[in-house]
């Protein structure tokens, strides 16, 4: 039975390489997600092992969003025993101006700007001159070498620097630096200390202090005996050991990964299962071609167990051939994810790709696993047929019940229907999780009832598409809808991809309608100063503004960050009137925000408990209390969120260190030239750089253009299971055409011509096609609906449905169907009538 197998496989070459390719798609794309991930996550680790080299404890302040630890605290730590060494740092984030004036593009890294620590006072020397001078005076900076080659800058190069809280400085570059680990598009600059701490800090903080230990190995104490004695004598501070820092940033990059990894791994397990169901449909075939074959085998006294086995033995092969080549292509596909993401400019760090142990497991144990497994119903259901019956040439076109799993699937699906509705009906992570669990359980359904569900829509389908073609597209209709099974596997996985793509699709088109509603309905600005997130607009553009001749008015969103009863709480602070610049629907009370007044969303004064007139304690980072007034309650608006203080409540809460703004809005005053006036305005705000003048249209461009990034980078990833399908397609019509080889060759001995057989092979898979596309897209606008309304709380409010991207992708469904039939066709076109039909 092993050789019969074998031989088996050797014989069917074409149907072997469909097969193994089907099983290297799936493995590659599982072991490419463990490779890209695994490599990110060693050199983000590479990166923070460097963290306080040198240094044995570092004290920072209990809260990560504070200020800093007072400088003062300095002279208690110097003055502990076993203290040697004490370093301060301050730093922030920059941006870096080329010689032309422009900002330095640095993708999604960071640029940060911090102090110089000469040699004779660093705890760690991480960094190694490869030209020029460290600053020797406030003006003078010096640039990492990834840096330098980004922005184009060189020694002795003069050029600005934007600090967003205290506007453009001009520096000479003094020096370029190399670090151990260069990160993607960071820039790093460093300033003479005094200067970079009137930049960065308020003078009397610093972000952290490392220390350095007084030989503790000599005096048998560790890094954990300083940790206590510094924590002795500052209670209020936060006191780690330098292994524990390090531990705390790789831990905070692994969470942060984490999403990357199970995202990734998500799309790896989408491109296996429709893998899998390719398989599976092979194998069923497989055995349906060789029923008489097997029947034959069980005459001659083969048990069920030895033709059962023979199956899955070549599905062992399959497996074991596609899982090695799939793992190699693993590191390949790896190679082209990480460029493809490099084309968006994400700053992703560099370095050599991680191939670990586990990586290699996974893939095998996957790989054969699935093949495995996708091959033993069918192999069991081949042991089961009666070897008389099977020798039988009707037996071939007798198939199953299908009543029983159609039942099933319809019980299943009206479960999954359910808990999407029930879902759709809440907001936040369990109503989506809800929805996710009844998406699964619709698709098990469909998966379940697909066969059942193909005969009514391909005969539909068809009874209207193969018209025009006569005897031919009749035929094609009749051999689409005869083998349901088959048709419904084939189509599933041009389903399921299609159905991922939608459901992206609403989602996207539902974001992009959302801005597109805030705008147009909550702002009335002529314009709208925006800047990049992580920096947001710098502090003074809004004040020059108000200088421009022909403005009108002008206000300013703060971002706002305190704690309220001891728990973090996130709003804005508006500086100015909001008349005329964006619409706050104030329900109660007083629209003006002086003094100590908040004004909180109905949706807020309902789960918090505050109406007007209450007073809330508001605990900003550097530990000041201030209570404030409610004064009025406002409609839910994505716009402001939750609550806004006045601008006095503000600069109260928020260091000014801190400080920056959200947007500015920016309104005419009557008869003012617009034109003109955006001339005026980019003049005012040019020393801001970052600074993007923008009218509303435009600003609902900008947000469209990030959304359609990542969207693209999703489409990126997705586009490998359609490729799956489509191979799926073709590999399925191609094992159709052997399988039917004797009825090709009756129909060309009675007379069918060959342009005749390949136009009924394609319209069979523009059929097929089409029904996994119907479906699909069908169950992706469900989803996407259900997804959409657990998300109406952030701001996803208006449901679209991208109907122009639904009728393209329901074209480019019927096309691929045609394309994919190619090769099947030609196939069968070229069957000869003779041999074909002498064929035992």
Same mark, same amino acid.
């Given at each position: 039975?092993?050789?019969?197998?074998?031989?088996?496989?050797?014989?069917?070459?074409?149907?072997?390489?469909?097969?193994?390719?089907?099983?290297?798609?799936?493995?590659?794309?599982?072991?490419?997600?463990?490779?890209?991930?695994?490599?990110?996550?060693?050199?983000?680790?590479?990166?923070?092992?460097?963290?306080?080299?040198?240094?044995?404890?570092?004290?920072?302040?209990?809260?990560?969003?504070?200020?800093?630890?007072?400088?003062?605290?300095?002279?208690?730590?110097?003055?502990?025993?076993?203290?040697?060494?004490?370093?301060?740092?301050?730093?922030?984030?920059?941006?870096?101006?080329?010689?032309?004036?422009?900002?330095?593009?640095?993708?999604?890294?960071?640029?940060?700007?911090?102090?110089?620590?000469?040699?004779?006072?660093?705890?760690?020397?991480?960094?190694?001159?490869?030209?020029?001078?460290?600053?020797?005076?406030?003006?003078?900076?010096?640039?990492?070498?990834?840096?330098?080659?980004?922005?184009?800058?060189?020694?002795?190069?003069?050029?600005?620097?934007?600090?967003?809280?205290?506007?453009?400085?001009?520096?000479?570059?003094?020096?370029?630096?190399?670090?151990?680990?260069?990160?993607?598009?960071?820039?790093?600059?460093?300033?003479?200390?005094?200067?970079?701490?009137?930049?960065?800090?308020?003078?009397?903080?610093?972000?952290?202090?490392?220390?350095?230990?007084?030989?503790?190995?000599?005096?048998?104490?560790?890094?954990?005996?300083?940790?206590?004695?510094?924590?002795?004598?500052?209670?209020?501070?936060?006191?780690?050991?330098?292994?524990?820092?390090?531990?705390?940033?790789?831990?905070? %990059?692994?969470? /942060?990964?984490? +999403?990357?990894?199970?995202?990734? $791994? !998500?799309? @790896?397990?989408? =491109? &296996? *299962?429709?893998?899998?169901?390719?398989?599976?449909?092979?194998?069923?075939?497989?055995?349906?071609?060789?029923?008489?074959?097997?029947?034959?085998?069980?005459?001659?006294?083969?048990?069920?167990?030895?033709?059962?086995?023979?199956?899955?033995?070549?599905?062992?092969?399959?497996?074991? %051939?596609?899982? /090695?080549?799939? +793992?190699?292509?693993?590191?390949? $596909? !790896?190679? @082209?994810?990480? =460029? &493809? *993401?490099?084309?968006?400019?994400?700053?992703?760090?560099?370095?050599?790709?991680?191939?670990?142990?586990?990586?290699?497991?996974?893939?095998?144990?996957?790989?054969?696993?699935?093949?495995?497994?996708?091959?033993?119903?069918?192999?069991?259901?081949?042991?089961?047929?009666?070897?008389?019956?099977?020798?039988?040439?009707? +037996?071939?076109?007798?198939?199953?019940?299908?009543?029983?799993?159609?039942?099933?699937?319809?019980?299943?699906?009206?479960?999954?229907?359910?808990?999407?509705?029930?879902?759709?009906?809440?907001?936040?992570?369990?109503?989506?999780?809800?929805?996710?669990?009844?998406?699964?359980?619709?698709?098990?359904?469909?998966?379940?009832?697909?066969?059942?569900?193909?005969?009514?829509?391909?005969?539909?389908?068809?009874?209207?598409?193969?018209?025009?073609?006569?005897?031919?597209?009749?035929?094609?209709?009749?051999?689409?809808?005869?083998?349901?099974?088959?048709?419904?596997?084939?189509?599933?996985?041009?389903?399921?991809?299609?159905?991922?793509?939608?459901?992206?699709?609403?989602?996207?088109?539902?974001?992009?309608?959302?801005?597109?509603?805030?705008?147009?309905?909550?702002?009335?600005?002529?314009?709208?100063?925006?800047?990049?997130?992580?920096?947001?607009?710098?502090?003074?553009?809004?004040?020059?503004?108000?200088?421009?001749?022909?403005?009108?008015?002008?206000?300013?969103?703060?971002?706002?960050?305190?704690?309220?009863?001891?728990?973090?709480?996130?709003?804005?602070?508006?500086?100015?009137?909001?008349?005329?610049?964006?619409?706050?629907?104030?329900?109660?009370?007083?629209?003006?925000?002086?003094?100590?007044?908040?004004?909180?969303?109905?949706?807020?004064?309902?789960?918090?408990?505050?109406?007007?007139?209450?007073?809330?304690?508001?605990?900003?980072?550097?530990?000041?209390?201030?209570?404030?007034?409610?004064?009025?309650?406002?409609?839910?608006?994505?716009?402001?969120?939750?609550?806004?203080?006045?601008?006095?409540?503000?600069?109260?809460?928020?260091?000014?260190?801190?400080?920056?703004?959200?947007?500015?809005?920016?309104?005419?005053?009557?008869?003012?030239?617009?034109?003109?006036?955006?001339?005026?305005?980019?003049?005012?705000?040019?020393?801001?750089?970052?600074?993007?003048?923008?009218?509303?249209?435009?600003?609902?461009?900008?947000?469209?253009?990030?959304?359609?990034?990542?969207?693209?980078?999703?489409?990126?990833?997705?586009?490998?299971?359609?490729?799956?399908?489509?191979?799926?397609?073709?590999?399925?019509?191609?094992?159709?055409?052997?399988?039917?080889?004797?009825?090709?060759?009756?129909?060309?001995?009675?007379?069918?011509?060959?342009?005749?057989?390949?136009?009924?092979?394609?319209?069979?898979?523009?059929?097929?096609?089409?029904?996994?596309?119907?479906?699909?897209?069908?169950?992706?606008?469900?989803?996407?609906?259900?997804?959409?309304?657990?998300?109406?709380?952030?701001?996803?409010?208006?449901?679209?449905?991208?109907?122009?991207?639904?009728?393209?992708?329901?074209?480019?469904?019927?096309?691929?169907?045609?394309?994919?039939?190619?090769?099947?066709?030609?196939?069968?076109?070229?069957?000869?009538?003779?041999?074909?039909?002498?064929?035992?």
């Amino acid at each position: 039975m092993r050789k019969v197998s074998l031989r088996n496989l050797a014989a069917h070459k074409v149907r072997l390489a469909l097969t193994v390719l089907s099983v290297v798609l799936g493995t590659a794309f599982v072991a490419g997600s463990f490779v890209f991930t695994d490599t990110l996550q060693r050199t983000f680790s590479s990166i923070f092992s460097d963290t306080a080299q040198g240094a044995d404890v570092r004290v920072s302040a209990e809260d990560a969003r504070s200020i800093g630890v007072p400088t003062s605290d300095a002279a208690v730590i110097s003055a502990l025993p076993d203290v040697a060494a004490v370093v301060p740092y301050v730093g922030g984030q920059i941006v870096v101006l080329d010689e032309s004036g422009a900002a330095v593009q640095t993708g999604g890294a960071p640029t940060i700007g911090e102090s110089y620590i000469p040699a004779d006072r660093r705890l760690g020397d991480d960094s190694v001159f490869v030209a020029g001078t460290a600053p020797s005076a406030p003006g003078e900076v010096v640039i990492n070498e990834g840096g330098a080659s980004r922005s184009g800058l060189g020694v002795g190069d003069k050029t600005q620097v934007l600090v967003p809280s205290k506007g453009t400085i001009d520096v000479t570059v003094t020096g370029i630096f190399d670090t151990a680990v260069e990160s993607g598009g960071y820039i790093g600059i460093q300033f003479f200390e005094s200067q970079a701490n009137e930049l960065f800090s308020d003078g009397s903080h610093v972000q952290y202090y490392d220390v350095a230990g007084k030989d503790l190995a000599g005096s048998g104490k560790s890094q954990s005996d300083l940790r206590d004695e510094i924590a002795a004598a500052l209670p209020d501070a936060k006191v780690q050991t330098a292994d524990e820092v390090r531990e705390e940033a790789q831990a905070e %990059i692994e969470q /942060a990964l984490s +999403f990357v990894n199970y995202f990734l $791994l !998500a799309f @790896g397990a989408i =491109a &296996l *299962l429709v893998g899998t169901f390719i398989i599976y449909n092979t194998f069923s075939m497989i055995v349906a071609q060789r029923v008489r074959e097997l029947a034959l085998l069980r005459a001659i006294g083969a048990s069920r167990g030895q033709v059962s086995r023979s199956v899955v033995l070549e599905a062992l092969v399959v497996g074991v %051939i596609g899982s /090695a080549i799939g +793992f190699a292509g693993g590191v390949g $596909l !790896a190679y @082209g994810l990480r =460029a &493809l *993401l490099n084309a968006f400019d994400l700053g992703l760090p560099g370095g050599t790709l991680a191939l670990e142990p586990r990586t290699v497991i996974v893939s095998f144990v996957v790989g054969i696993v699935v093949t495995v497994l996708s091959a033993y119903a069918p192999a069991r259901r081949a042991a089961k047929i009666p070897p008389i019956a099977a020798m039988r040439e009707e +037996f071939a076109s007798a198939g199953d019940s299908l009543r029983t799993r159609t039942l099933v699937g319809v019980g299943i699906g009206a479960l999954g229907a359910a808990a999407v509705v029930v879902g759709a009906q809440s907001t936040g992570g369990a109503a989506a999780a809800t929805v996710g669990a009844g998406a699964v359980a619709v698709i098990v359904a469909v998966a379940l009832a697909a066969p059942s569900l193909s005969r009514p829509i391909v005969g539909a389908l068809g009874s209207i598409l193969t018209r025009p073609f006569g005897a031919i597209g009749r035929l094609a209709r009749t051999n689409s809808v005869r083998n349901p099974r088959r048709t419904a596997a084939t189509a599933f996985a041009l389903m399921l991809g299609l159905m991922l793509v939608s459901v992206i699709g609403v989602l996207g088109s539902t974001a992009k309608a959302s801005v597109d509603a805030l705008v147009d309905n909550g702002i009335e600005a002529d314009y709208i100063f925006s800047g990049p997130p992580a920096i947001g607009v710098p502090t003074g553009a809004g004040e020059a503004a108000r200088s421009v001749a022909g403005v009108d008015r002008v206000a300013i969103l703060h971002p706002v960050s305190v704690d309220i009863d001891d728990e973090p709480a996130f709003g804005v602070a508006l500086e100015g009137s909001p008349d005329g610049l964006f619409d706050s629907v104030v329900v109660s009370g007083s629209p003006d925000l002086t003094g100590d007044s908040m004004a909180v969303s109905q949706s807020a004064s309902a789960s918090e408990g505050w109406n007007l007139g209450s007073v809330v304690d508001m605990t900003s980072v550097d530990g000041q209390q201030v209570p404030v007034t409610v004064t009025a309650i406002y409609e839910d608006s994505p716009l402001v969120g939750d609550w806004m203080i006045s601008n006095e409540v503000y600069q109260a809460v928020t260091p000014s260190i801190v400080r920056s703004d959200i947007v500015v809005l920016v309104g005419a005053a009557p008869g003012t030239d617009l034109d003109t006036l955006r001339t005026d305005l980019e003049t005012a705000t040019k020393p801001f750089v970052v600074v993007q003048v923008q009218d509303r249209e435009e600003f609902k461009g900008a947000q469209s253009q990030q959304i359609d990034t990542l969207l693209a980078v999703l489409y990126g990833l997705l586009a490998l299971a359609v490729v799956i399908a489509i191979l799926g397609i073709i590999n399925t019509l191609a094992l159709s055409v052997v399988e039917r080889r004797r009825e090709i060759g009756m129909l060309r001995a009675v007379g069918m011509q060959r342009p005749q057989v390949r136009r009924t092979i394609y319209l069979e898979s523009l059929l097929i096609a089409l029904f996994g596309a119907i479906v699909g897209l069908a169950l992706g606008i469900a989803f996407g609906w259900g997804f959409v309304r657990t998300l109406r709380d952030e701001g996803l409010s208006t449901l679209t449905i991208p109907w122009g991207q639904m009728s393209a992708m329901l074209v480019g469904s019927a096309v691929v169907g045609v394309l994919a039939a190619l090769w099947p066709a030609v196939r069968a076109a070229r069957t000869a009538p003779l041999e074909a039909i002498s064929e035992a």
